[in-house]
């Protein structure tokens, strides 16, 4: 049980990384 919730934890935790670094690239191309 627990387990399962760790593991949902660090899929939205790294589907939420991969998402800020794409807004952080697309902000990066905006102001150059």
Known sequence: ???N???I???RW???A???L???SAE???FR
């Open 1 to 3: 049980m627990l387990y």
């Open 5 to 7: 919730v760790l593991q």
């Open 9 to 11: 934890n660090k899929e």
């Open 14 to 16: 790294k589907n939420m």
């Open 18 to 20: 991969m998402v800020s």
């Open 22 to 24: 794409r807004l952080n």
């Open 28 to 30: 990066e191309e905006l």
